[in-house]
Each structure stands twice: as structure tokens, then as C-alpha cells.
């Protein structure tokens, strides 16, 4: 096995251009290898889909990079494996609890207003764009509406049990006060060893696609992240 998830991708990446597409279907496997070159992230396992590679084909680097620019874009992308471009279906489950570490266990969609509670718990709100808002609730989201349908049963698991393990290793080492740059970085460095212990290492490839294609390029960093701080042995 590879000793890195960097290098397991990217002999999962090697093996994708066999399997993805069509064998009869070119379009399918040009779109894919644009995706590849203007996302700079291979797209996750798709069935081919001659249409979306169509749009995909017809569109510049910026409009499948800007998720304003295109909505059409978007649905092609989703289509074809960006899963960071998926829509994701809003949560309509009732999710008042009295404290935020109430969220933890629950089993619906409601668990990832964990981020949201600790945000308006804090002295000052982080915003949109901090960590609370813009990345553990809208990943927790994604992972859980788009992302996980996706996975294989051990991927599933794996998916179930890291939601828990991040939201557990923040509220049991980061101050619900702490500055937003402090809760990024802390948060952020929790990752790795929930991932491990959660079965990332045991997940087959066709999984670890997915999860990196549920990061959206502006995210490259936690892609590289997830590449280069993780080692499985």
C-alpha cells in the first residue's frame, strides 16, 4: 500500500482514466481530463454522461472554477463528479438543543448545527466565511447529503464516525470563545487523527476520490491537507 494518501491517489488517479468512462464514449474522458486540468482535482467515480461532458467541454476553466458564473456549469459538473458543485438539499429537521455538544449524536441532518451553535455561542461570531460557518457546517452538510450516498458501506461508516470524531476533538479542546484564527488552525489540526482513527486508511480508493472531490477549489489547501498530513501504513 502507498505511504501516503497523496500517492495512493494518484494511483487511484492512474486507474480512474481505465475505469471512469466509457470505453466508447471520448467525450467523457476529455471532459474529465479539463475537469482535471482546470479544478486541479480529479473528479470523483461517474457513470458517463455524454451531455454533461458536452457542457463541461463548452466551458472555460473560469466558469467551472466560479460557481457564480455558471449554473448550467454546475449541474454538468455535478453530473460528472464534482461533488463540490452538487446541490445540497436544505435541512428541515427541528434542531433546538440546550447545549451544542447536544448535536453530536444525533443521527440526522440537524448534527451539523453543532458548528452553527458554537458560532453563536462565542463572544463574536466568526461570519460566513469563518471556519464555524464556512467550512465545519457547510462541509458536515455536504459530506453528509451529497457525499455519503456515494460512498461504499465502509465509506458510509467512515463518514458516520468522523463527523462525530471532529465535532468531539472541537469541543473537547477548543475554547468556545477562542479567536477565529485560533479556531481554524485547531480545528483544522484535528483532522488528521480523526481521519485515521475513523478507517480513512481502510477505505477503498474510489472513496478517497470522493471525499477530495467534495472540496471545492478554493479549498485546495485542506485537499492538500488531507494528501500530505495523513499516512497510512
Known amino acids: 500500500m502507498p505511504t501516503s494518501v497523496t500517492a495512493a491517489l494518484a494511483c487511484a488517479v492512474a486507474m480512474l482514466g481505465a475505469c471512469a468512462a466509457e470505453p466508447d464514449d471520448d467525450r467523457c474522458a476529455a471532459a474529465r481530463a479539463h475537469l482535471t486540468a482546470c479544478l486541479g482535482a480529479e473528479p470523483a467515480p461517474a457513470a458517463c454522461d455524454g451531455a454533461a461532458a458536452d457542457a463541461v467541454l463548452a466551458s472555460s476553466c473560469a466558469a467551472l472554477i466560479d460557481p457564480g458564473k455558471d449554473d448550467g456549469a454546475s449541474t454538468a459538473l455535478c453530473r460528472l463528479g464534482v461533488l463540490s458543485r452538487c446541490p445540497v438539499p436544505a435541512c428541515t429537521v427541528e434542531a433546538a438543543a440546550d447545549r451544542c455538544a447536544d448535536y453530536i449524536d444525533r443521527e440526522d441532518c440537524a448534527q451539523c448545527d453543532y458548528y452553527l451553535c458554537r458560532d453563536a455561542a462565542a463572544a463574536t461570531s466568526c461570519g460566513a466565511t469563518g ?7 457547510a462541509y458536515c452538510e455536504r459530506y453528509l447529503e451529497v457525499t455519503t450516498a456515494r460512498l461504499s458501506p465502509a465509506g458510509q461508516r467512515f ?25 481554524k488552525a485547531a480545528a483544522y489540526a484535528t483532522h488528521p487523527d480523526c481521519y485515521v482513527a475513523s478507517g480513512f486508511c481502510a477505505l477503498p480508493w474510489r472513496d478517497w476520490l470522493a471525499i477530495a472531490a467534495t472540496i471545492a ?17
Open 131 to 137: 471556519y464555524y460557518q464556512g467550512f465545519g457546517y
Open 217 to 233: 477549489p478554493a479549498d485546495a489547501s485542506f485537499r492538500e491537507m488531507i494528501g500530505t498530513a495523513l499516512r497510512c501504513r
Open 159 to 183: 463518514a458516520h464516525d468522523v463527523r462525530r470524531c471532529l465535532m468531539q476533538a472541537m469541543e473537547d479542546t477548543i475554547d468556545v470563545d477562542a479567536a477565529c484564527p485560533e479556531v
